[in-house]
C-alpha cells in the first residue's frame, strides 16, 4: 500500500517562514506527480503547488514566490518551504501523489493524514 506522511507543521508568528516534508512510502513507488494542498477551518480544499516526475512546478497564482515545491527522490520526499506567512495560511496542509506500486497496479491518487500550520498574527 502507499502511503504519504506530512511532518513540518506548527504555529509561526505572521513574517515567519515554515517548511513541510512529505515522504512517500515504499521507497520506489511510480509517481506520475505530486501535490500539496490545504483546507482552512470551514473551507473546502483548495490546491497550493503541483511537481511532476520531471520536476516541473506549477503554482496557485496567489501564492507563487511565497511558496516553492520541490522533491527529493533519493529520499522519496516532497518538500514545501513557505515564507512570509501569514495568518490567511492557516489551515490543514496535505500532500497528495498520483502514483502506483508498480506496474501490476493502476496509478492512483494518494493522500496523507494532513500537517497543522497555524499562523499567529
Known amino acids: 500500500q502507499v502511503q504519504l506522511v506530512e511532518s513540518g507543521g506548527g504555529l509561526v508568528q505572521a513574517g515567519g517562514s515554515l517548511t513541510l516534508s512529505c515522504v512517500t512510502s515504499?521507497?520506489?513507488?511510480?509517481?506520475?506527480?505530486m501535490g500539496w494542498y490545504r483546507q482552512a477551518p470551514g473551507k473546502q480544499r483548495e490546491l497550493v503547488a503541483t511537481?511532476?516526475?520531471?520536476?516541473?512546478?506549477t503554482y496557485v497564482d496567489s501564492l507563487r514566490g511565497r511558496f516553492i515545491i520541490s522533491r527529493d527522490g533519493a529520499k522519496s520526499t516532497m518538500y514545501l518551504q513557505m515564507n512570509s506567512l501569514d495568518p490567511e495560511d492557516t489551515a490543514v496542509y496535505f500532500c497528495?501523489?498520483?502514483?502506483?506500486?508498480?506496474?501490476?497496479?493502476?496509478?492512483?491518487?494518494?493522500w496523507g493524514q494532513g500537517t497543522q500550520v497555524t499562523v499567529s498574527s
Open positions: 497528495n501523489a498520483d502514483a502506483r506500486k508498480d506496474w501490476t497496479y493502476d496509478f492512483q491518487v494518494y
Open positions: 515504499p521507497r520506489n513507488i511510480n509517481i506520475r506527480s
Open positions: 511537481i511532476t516526475r520531471g520536476g516541473t512546478a
